[in-house]
């Protein structure tokens, strides 16, 4: 196999695609987001189970990969609703702490070019959080950040579901050859 093989493919699509997890399990571990930290991490064991199979040769694992995109795939569409407050969805929901904690994306506090003002008028955010932060001037407004991450997630997770069939198929093949050899 050459270097521009779809295995070489699929093992760089594997590696961006668990780099940009794992920074997205860290954005959702600072806001205490505890559905996404959950499911990033079964994402996080199954991409390595995947891209060992792939260097492997190890075909039973590519294709647990190739099934797990298909949820992941729909998990990262509910997050683009989810934010975008489509189908009923709203991004004021409890759903993504699981009702656990008051807290949200770390990104509508701490987002690019956000001035944070305390205002000693403003009433708390939460009954337990004494929190008296108002965000102001963000150049990219959270939700559409949280949007863009999942976007990105969905291209790299279609390209690695295409590549894995394919290198699926050719481990199949080749496994078929040396069968009848």
Known sequence: MGCCSGRCVLILLC??????ALERQAFD???????????NFLHIIVVILGLFGTIQYHPRYVIL????TV?????????CCLYLDLGGLSKESDYMSLGLSSHG???KDNGPGC???DLP??????????????TLGCVLEYQYIEVLHSALQLVISLLGFVFG???VSVFSEEEDTYLYK
């Open 165 to 167: 069939c394919y290198v």
């Open 65 to 68: 990969y190739v099934v797990w």
């Open 121 to 134: 008028a403003a009433k708390w955010q939460g009954e337990d959080s004494p929190a008296l932060i108002s």
């Open 15 to 20: 590696t961006v695609q668990l780099i940009t």
């Open 71 to 79: 949820f992941w795939v729909t998990w990262n569409i509910f997050i």
């Open 115 to 117: 001035e944070n003002k």
């Open 29 to 39: 571990f600072l806001g205490y987001q505890w559905a996404p930290i959950l499911i």
């Open 105 to 107: 994306s770390w990104w």
